[in-house]
């Protein structure tokens, strides 16, 4: 396996706007894992994807497992104070969670 | 409450001493995973169970530390003669997994972490 990128590493975001974060690998992926980890808190489990061009949707946040399964992205829309916190993708545990993309919210 | 629970929560030792530290995972999972993470950083991977096997173990994983699942249910993790770069929030999580998932990974769940202080 090899880890997935994961770019940016940090987003500063207007509250009320939108963002996308995305991770990129060179190698096919089986499938890729999205988690939230707020300050102070541990990761927790938003998604999985599997197949290819696959699009899953939370209220305000959309996963997107690209065609070839070598990239994915997450945006969200209209930012809130709520979706401070680091974003990981990960495809395998043993390569560990990477950086992420870590946000802030400007009220 | 179901979730995974760790202790202790917090845990300052002097360099050299041991240290253990307990996860109790979700308890239809069979699968549990321990990670370090340090500030700024995702949590890195050390090793993980099946059951009561340890399966894999990471490469960076030093020979004072050391993981046991006996009973396929909780598990310790035992830091020897600590040091101060290991200082981390020690983060354990389990997963349900069976061989029909086709080796794909399931969602991890992950405990509050039990944050050692090596002074």
């Known amino acids: 396996g090899q880890q997935v990128m994961q770019i940016p590493q940090y987003q500063h975001v207007q509250e009320g706007e939108d963002f996308t974060t995305y991770c990129n690998s060179s190698?096919?992926?089986?499938?890729i894992q999205w988690y939230k980890q707020r300050p102070g808190g541990h990761p927790v489990f938003l998604i999985q994807l599997v197949k290819s061009g696959e699009v899953k949707k939370q209220k305000r946040l959309t996963f997107q497992f690209g065609e070839a399964k070598k990239n994915s992205s997450l945006h969200i829309t209209a930012t809130q104070t709520t979706d401070v916190g680091t974003y990981f993708c990960?495809?395998?545990?043993?390569?560990?969670f990477g950086a992420g993309t870590t946000v802030t919210v400007r009220a | 409450d179901t979730g995974v629970s760790q202790n202790p929560r917090h845990k300052i030792t002097k360099r050299g001493q041991n240290v253990t530290f307990r996860c109790d995972p979700i308890s239809e999972h069979n699968r549990l995973y321990w990670y370090r993470q340090t500030l700024g950083q995702g949590p890195e991977f050390l090793t993980y169970?099946?059951?009561?096997?340890?399966?894999?173990k990471s490469r960076l994983l030093s020979d004072r530390f050391s993981a046991e699942r006996p009973k396929g249910s909780f598990s310790t993790l035992e830091i020897q003669r600590t040091e101060q770069g290991d200082s981390a929030m020690y983060l354990c999580?389990?997963?349900?997994?069976?061989?029909?998932?086709?080796?794909?990974?399931?969602?991890?769940?992950f405990g509050p972490g039990t944050r050692l202080t090596v002074l």
């Open positions: 190698t096919t992926l089986s499938n």
């Open positions: 990960v495809n395998d545990y043993k390569l560990s």
């Open positions: 169970f099946q059951n009561e096997a340890q399966l894999e």
């Open positions: 999580a389990s997963s349900p997994w069976t061989s029909g998932s086709g080796g794909n990974y399931n969602e991890q769940f």
